[in-house]
């Protein structure tokens, strides 16, 4: 946040108000009785779901991730057929859910390869604030001859 010019009294007037929330669930039958709050046991990680601000805030966190993983080779490297440009993808995203792309010229190379890009991923969340979801983590290979 700091480095796109986020004054830190706004950053941390959000996230100490984000740890401090209770959060209900609202839906078309009224507000839950239940909340979920930052505990121990339920740590909120992120800014929270459902935040405005969001979207935004997670194209800051992940934008220098992605760089990382681009200056570092990872992903895969192609040229386009129609317009020859090179084109440099290093992963598919949808709000908070990525795909991490790996190509090599061999399957035990790509998951070496994909180790070290995880390692190198849950780094950068965790530098972050960020945290991988092992129950939403999952990995997958593609072998074309």
Not at 16 to 39: A, E, F, P
Not at 46 to 62: D, E, K, L, T, Y
Not at 112 to 137: D, F, R, V
Request: proline share 3%; aromatic share 10%; net charge neutral.
């Amino acid at each position: 946040m700091k480095r796109q010019g986020v004054p830190e009294s706004a950053t941390i007037a959000m996230f100490s108000t984000i740890q401090q929330l209770k959060h209900y669930v609202q839906t078309v039958h009224g507000d839950s009785q239940q909340y979920y709050s930052n505990r121990e046991a339920t740590s909120i990680y992120g800014v929270g779901q459902g935040n405005g601000a969001g979207p935004a805030i997670w194209a800051v966190v992940s934008s220098p991730l992605l760089d990382i993983r681009r200056q570092a080779g990872y992903g895969y490297k192609i040229i386009g057929g129609v317009s020859k440009q090179a084109l440099h993808i290093v992963s598919f995203g949808y709000v908070d859910d990525f795909d991490l792309i790996q190509a090599a010229k061999s399957p035990s190379e790509v998951v070496t390869q994909l180790q070290s890009a995880i390692e190198t991923w849950e780094q950068g969340l965790h530098t972050t604030g960020g945290i991988l979801a092992s129950n939403k983590t999952y990995w997958s290979l593609l072998s074309f001859q």
